[in-house]
């Protein structure tokens, strides 16, 4: 399998999941069953004005997450700068994306370009411009100055006592565009500290991250998530997220699939429950199709525990491997298309 089709798969996946979990995303295992059956939502459910295939922040997220690493691999190739200026760069033009981001949660069309992060394509396109519950941490984190990353282990500068899954649901991209899995979970962890602090919250993106990018390598899934956990635990506080995929592998040797498994891991509003969620559905279901209605039929935050599954599936088998009847509707299609052309 080519790089071209493992990052289409990663960002079309993720978007699938996302799109997949957003109208379930606040209700319990109980009211899922009791409006859509015994076994959930089996496709998409349309929206009170009938549209199906709606992605959420967490695919907003994730798009300019792209579109800030694709800047500053372009900026990259024509500066002499050392490694840790080469990251404050990246670190630096992924804020920037970020605050472009924010600019669709705040405006109902693009603004004047009287800002500096205020240029480039993404923000032009009109169907950003919407609120899909946006995470308050992703919100207030880039109202504030931020220095820069704190050493490992430590409390980062802004929302330090947040570890929301706001980390995570936007990290699958570093280790798409960072063949270094360390550098790709560095990096990560760096970049979620522009919103969320608790190093609980940093850490799980930066697992995320080491995990895409040992998929990319071509490994399988559970000897990545493995060598993931290898790395993450040669940092300071790790732990929580170290137990959250301990116990999704678990879960994940134990039997059949189901939503109480998945759900035994927690509701999936914290980074390392959501990675942990997203990876047990990943693991446990053979099919594609159907980990992805496991990953979001549970009582928690659907959407990102359906991106995160589907960044794996589509990073582990391409973008060939994704259900067509779900991949025609979805919203933004032709945008992710090109910026994961953009990325390779």
């Known amino acids: 399998m080519d790089v071209q089709d493992r990052v289409r798969g990663c960002l079309l996946g993720g978007a699938i999941g996302d799109a997949l979990g957003a109208p ?39 798009l300019f997450t792209v579109e800030g690493l694709i800047r500053a691999d372009h900026a990259s190739r024509s500066s002499a700068a050392g490694a840790g200026d080469a990251r404050e760069a990246v670190v630096e033009s992924v804020r920037q994306a970020y605050l472009r981001w924010l600019d669709t949660q705040n405006h109902r069309t693009p603004p004047p370009a009287d800002l500096p992060h205020r240029t480039g394509l993404l923000r032009e396109e009109g169907w950003l411009y919407s609120r899909r519950a946006p995470g308050n941490a992703c919100l207030s984190g880039l109202h504030r100055h931020f220095p820069g990353p704190s050493a490992p282990g430590e409390p980062g500068p802004v929302n330090p006592d947040s570890k929301g899954c706001g980390t995570v649901m936007r990290s699958a991209p570093f280790g798409l565009a960072e063949r270094d899995a360390r550098e790709a979970f560095e990096l990560a962890a760096a970049c979620a500290q522009i919103t969320h602090g608790h190093p609980t919250g940093y850490l799980a993106a930066g697992a995320f991250a080491a995990i895409i990018a040992y998929l990319m390598a071509g490994e399988a899934l559970e000897p990545a998530v493995h060598r993931a956990l290898d790395l993450l635990t040669g940092y300071p506080a790790h732990e929580e997220t170290t137990e959250a995929l301990r116990a ?49 039929n549970h009582s928690g935050d659907s959407d990102s525990t359906g991106s995160v599954c589907g960044n794996l599936l589509g990073t582990l088998h391409g973008a060939a491997a994704l259900p067509a009847a779900w991949l025609r509707p979805l919203e933004g299609r032709d945008t992710i298309e090109r910026l994961a052309a953009e990325l390779t």
């Open 24 to 62: 379930i995303e606040f209700q319990s295992l109980r009211e899922i069953r009791k409006h859509h059956g015994t076994d959930g939502i089996s496709g998409y459910v349309a929206d009170w004005r009938g549209n199906t295939g709606l992605i959420t922040d967490d695919t907003q997220m994730t």
């Open 248 to 296: 999704a592998l678990a879960r994940a040797a134990e039997g059949p699939p189901s939503p109480e498994r998945a759900e035994s891991l927690g509701g999936a509003w914290v980074a390392e429950e959501a990675l942990a969620i997203g990876v047990y559905c990943a693991l446990a279901e053979p099919s594609v199709e159907r980990a992805l209605l496991l990953s979001v």
